[in-house]
T-cell receptor, first 116, second 115 residues
Framework: GAGVSQSPSNKVTEKGKDVELRCDPI?????LYWYRQSLGQGLEFLIY????????KSGLPSDRFSAERTGGSVSTLTIQRTQQEDSAVYLC??????????????FGEGSRLTVL | AQKVTQAQTEISVVEKEDVTLDCVYE???????LFWYKQPPSGELVFLIR??????QNEISGRYSWNFQKSTSSFNFTITASQVVDSAVYFC????????????FGKGTKLSVIP
């Protein structure tokens, strides 16, 4: 597709289970971001990938959260031993860079995670 | 540290009224970018505008206009003659030019346009 694709769109899980969220960025976009949007809290940065550089993981809230990006394209965000406070919409975005200046971000529709 | 403040949590206007969404930012960087994004009920954020910190010219795009004032660290967004389709959550964001390209978002302003 032409846009950023995320799956699953909705995920309901039990506390303590692991979940994986997938993001397929726009083809050719070298930068990929994960954000978390909790109700009434705005968007919280989680992690950023740029090409082959080491990712910026400064936003990951705990060591239960991890993400990888394979082959510079698809990314997977993994949350281990989920807690109820992990319930949120997880948004993925990608962007191209031109001349060292980041272009605007293109967001997917998000994966809504509900932890019971 | 960077911070974006959108003091207005929710705004309601009647269709055809003008409305201004406020955005105030904090950064120690001399070079940065400011953005506005729209998040309609469908959930997908849509890019509206990017402004370089060196460019303080106001911009108009149809019914949308943006007022960037470095002296007050503000980047306000005005919708003229609002329409029901403008109902959405609007986010202001700040991007550092140096280092990782990490956007800092405000908490958003929910705009409801009543017919």
């Amino acid at each position: 597709g032409a846009g950023v694709s995320q799956s699953p769109s909705n995920k309901v899980t039990e506390k303590g289970k692991d979940v994986e969220l997938r993001c397929d960025p726009i083809s050719g976009h070298t930068a990929l971001y994960w954000y978390r949007q909790s109700l009434g809290q705005g968007l919280e940065f989680l992690i950023y990938f740029q090409g082959n550089s080491a990712p910026d993981k400064s936003g990951l809230p705990s060591d239960r959260f991890s993400a990888e990006r394979t082959g510079g394209s698809v990314s997977t965000l993994t949350i281990q031993r989920t807690q109820q406070e992990d319930s949120a919409v997880y948004l993925c975005a990608s962007s191209s860079t031109s001349g060292g200046v980041a272009g605007e971000l293109f967001f997917g529709e998000g994966s809504r995670l509900t932890v019971l | 540290a960077q911070k974006v403040t959108q003091a207005q949590t929710e705004i309601s206007v009647v269709e055809k009224e003008d409305v201004t969404l406020d955005c105030v930012y904090e950064t120690r960087d001399t070079t940065y970018y400011l953005f506005w994004y729209k998040q309609p009920p469908s959930g997908e954020l849509v890019f509206l505008i990017r402004r370089n910190s060196f460019d303080e010219q106001n911009e108009i795009s149809g019914r949308y206009s943006w007022n960037f004032q470095k002296s007050t660290s503000s980047f306000n967004f005005t919708i003229t003659a609002s329409q029901v389709v403008d109902s959405a959550v609007y986010f202001c964001a700040l991007l550092r030019r140096a280092g990782s390209y990490q956007l800092t978002f405000g908490k958003g302003t929910k705009l409801s346009v009543i017919p």
